[in-house]
């Protein structure tokens, strides 16, 4: 069975590889387990924004409408990006731009 997910093909690699190696009667060099370790660090790291945004805007609060939520959204994401400490970054994502706003010229 074939799929057209990102992590399908490494996967089917592995397979292919497997098969090879038990046709033969060698053992596999054991590479795929650093493979795989790394395929599942991508969607972990591209989700931590999609679920900040969830957890800190969007489901943060009780909003009367969509309309009210959505309202809220461009003051949260000044608040995200100039106010809210990151960790990995040591403070807020506009500390590390200069000039961001274009206010000094």
Do not use: F
């Amino acid at each position: 069975m074939t799929s057209s997910t990102p992590g399908a093909r490494p996967h089917s690699r592995r397979s292919h590889w497997r098969a090879g190696c038990s046709e033969t009667g060698t053992a596999g060099s054991g590479a795929g387990r650093a493979e795989k370790d790394q395929r599942h660090l991508a969607p972990r790291r591209s989700a931590e924004p999609t679920r900040t945004l969830l957890d800190e805007w969007a489901y943060a609060h009780l909003y009367r409408s969509e309309t009210e939520r959505r309202a809220a959204l461009p003051a949260w994401l000044h608040h995200y990006n100039h106010h809210r400490h990151h960790t990995a970054l040591g403070g807020p994502p506009a500390n590390r731009v200069p000039n961001l706003c274009g206010q000094n010229s």
